[in-house]
C-alpha cells in the first residue's frame, strides 16, 4: 500500500491556544483506493485531533477511522483502535470534503510524538477515498503544517 499522504482537512485544537483552527491539505487527488494510513507528528506543542474531513466520492458508504501511537508502517494490525465507524456515509464527492462526526473522545498527540490514522470505507466495491502521492515523495513528508 503507497499511501504517503492524504487528502483530509484536521480539525484541530492546540492545547495552547483557546480557539480552534484547521488544517487543510490539498484535495486535489488523483489517486484512490479504499482506504488511506498516515502519520501526524506534533513537533513543538500539543495538538488535539477532534474530526477529520475527507476526500470522498459522491456515494453512500461506511467509513472506520483507526488509530495507534507511533510512525507509520502502511500495514494495518491490531495494534490499531477503532475511534470512529459509521453507516450510510454520504460523500460529497471527488475534491469536495466530506466531514466526519468528531471523535469522542479526541486524542491528544503530545510534543515530539506521532500517531498513525488508518481512514477506510468498509463496503466492498464502494466509494473512493481521494489522495495525493508525489513519485518522488517518501514517507516523512509533510504535506502540510
Given at each position: 500500500m503507497k499511501h504517503f499522504s492524504t487528502l483530509?482537512?484536521?480539525?484541530?485544537?492546540?492545547?495552547?491556544?483557546a480557539l480552534s483552527d484547521s488544517l487543510m491539505t490539498g484535495f486535489d487527488g488523483i489517486w484512490n483506493a479504499d482506504g488511506n494510513m498516515f502519520e501526524i507528528m506534533a513537533k513543538?506543542?500539543?495538538?488535539l485531533i477532534e474530526a477529520f474531513h475527507i476526500n470522498m466520492d459522491a456515494k453512500t458508504d461506511n467509513v472506520a477511522v483507526y488509530y495507534r501511537p507511533g510512525h507509520?508502517?502502511?500495514?494495518y494490525d491490531e495494534s490499531y483502535q477503532?475511534?470512529?465507524e459509521a453507516t450510510n456515509v454520504v460523500g460529497r464527492g471527488k475534491g469536495l470534503a466530506t466531514a466526519?462526526?468528531?471523535f469522542i473522545p479526541?486524542?491528544?498527540?503530545t510534543p515530539g510524538t506521532s500517531y498513525t490514522f488508518y481512514v477506510t470505507v468498509t463496503t466492498p466495491d464502494g466509494a473512493n477515498l481521494w489522495y495525493s502521492w508525489d513519485e518522488g515523495s517518501?514517507?516523512?513528508?509533510?504535506m502540510a503544517s
Open positions: 483530509l482537512i484536521l480539525a484541530l485544537a492546540r492545547t495552547d491556544i513543538d506543542k500539543p495538538v507509520v508502517d502502511y500495514r477503532l475511534i470512529y466526519l462526526p468528531p479526541p486524542i491528544l498527540i517518501s514517507s516523512g513528508t509533510v
